[in-house]
């Protein structure tokens, strides 16, 4: 049974850095793209960063390049999202995501604010 777990969202000021997580089970995650995506107040939900399979390919939207980065941990079946430079517009529940076996599964969504 695919699940996907979120953790490590919180309060932080601007310019400060989090570290997200997400513990995969199911399947192993060298073998799916797994992707973070997050949705603000009042707003779609938006990718954020995504994580191919096998080659380990990083894509960040504009707005987070330079700011994020997106790896994974093959041994724990870990994704993580670490989150530098955060600014009030990051502030957003933010969800993992995979498509496998033909369906999609989202995490819980864990919050995250930057405000002073």
């Known amino acids: 049974q695919v699940q996907l777990v979120e953790s490590g969202g919180g309060l932080v000021e601007p310019g400060g850095s989090l570290t997200l997580s997400c513990a995969v089970s199911?399947?192993?995650?060298?073998?799916?793209?797994i992707g973070w995506f997050r949705q603000a107040p009042g707003k779609e939900r938006e990718g954020v960063s995504c994580i191919s399979g096998h080659e380990a390919i990083r894509s960040y939207v504009d707005s987070v390049k330079g700011r994020f980065t997106i790896s994974r941990d093959n041994a724990k079946n870990m994704v993580y999202l670490q989150m530098n430079d955060l600014k009030p517009e990051d502030t957003a529940v933010y969800y993992c995501y995979v498509h496998v076996g033909y369906r999609d599964y989202w995490g819980q969504g864990t919050q995250v604010t930057v405000s002073s």
């Open positions: 199911g399947f192993p995650v060298v073998n799916a793209d």
